[in-house]
């Protein structure tokens, strides 16, 4: 299995565009998350999904965020509009499911401009 | 806050000697994992350890679990150039999410 797969690896956009985030988690896992990662809130969760249903988005910032899981191989993160504190990067993580370890993509360094 | 916590934050040390991080939680857990990230890239998995296991070996790598004190610690022994990351610690709870410390950067110098 190739691992986790996000694209693009990196995207720089102007501040009020629209950006989508795109994962391919690990064929068979049923868990997927979102994570953004700064230097200065460290690595946070979020949204995650169980069997493609949206379990916990509490950590989605705020209403310009939005996750969708249209089925078990593919997930998109959209901002719109998208505002310079938004530049991070975002890491997708699936797992089996249960109490087991997380496997990352590469993820996507936005940076909004 | 479950957010686990890593001491030391930063750590440099000669190659060739042994590296110990720490993490300490705060509420029961099921399982705790340990993580490394190079530079600019994703986090990998290193070793899961449960909450009803004490010790754990994987290579290089040996993590003990403190359920009573609520800490773990990773030892990497002979350490090398290339165990030069970022790592961190992750507190599985019985929701199945996992929640995450700030991470110890750990340099190897020559």
């Known amino acids: 299995d190739a691992g986790v797969i996000q694209s693009p690896r990196h995207e720089v956009t102007e501040m009020g565009q629209e950006v989508t985030l795109r994962c391919k988690p690990i064929?068979?896992?049923?868990?997927l998350f979102w994570y953004r990662q700064t230097m200065m809130r460290g690595l946070e969760l979020l949204i995650y999904?169980?069997?493609?249903?949206?379990?916990?988005d509490s950590g989605m910032p705020e209403d310009r965020f939005s996750a969708k899981m249209p089925n078990a191989s593919f997930s998109t993160l959209k901002i719109q509009p998208s505002e310079p504190r938004d530049s991070a990067v975002y890491f997708c993580?699936?797992?089996?499911?249960?109490?087991?370890?997380?496997?990352f993509g590469q993820g996507t360094r936005l940076t909004v401009v | 806050s479950q957010q686990g916590e890593e001491d030391p934050q930063a750590l440099s040390i000669q190659e060739g000697e042994n590296a110990t991080m720490n993490c300490s939680y705060k509420?029961?857990?099921?399982?705790l994992q340990w993580y490394r990230q190079n530079s600019g890239r994703g986090l990998v998995h290193l070793i899961l350890?449960?909450?009803n296991e004490r010790e754990k070996h994987s290579g290089r790598l040996r993590v003990t679990l403190d359920t009573s004190k609520k800490s773990s610690s990773l030892l990497i022994t002979a350490s090398r150039a290339a165990d030069t990351a970022s790592y961190f610690c992750?507190?599985?709870?019985?929701?199945?999410?996992?929640?995450w410390g700030a991470g110890t950067k750990l340099i190897i110098k020559p």
């Open positions: 064929s068979g896992h049923n868990s």
């Open positions: 993580a699936s797992t089996l499911g249960g109490y087991t370890e997380a496997f």
């Open positions: 992750a507190t599985m709870y019985s929701n199945y999410q996992l929640i």
């Open positions: 509420t029961s857990i099921n399982n």
């Open positions: 350890i449960r909450s």
């Open positions: 999904f169980n069997n493609n249903v949206p379990i916990d």
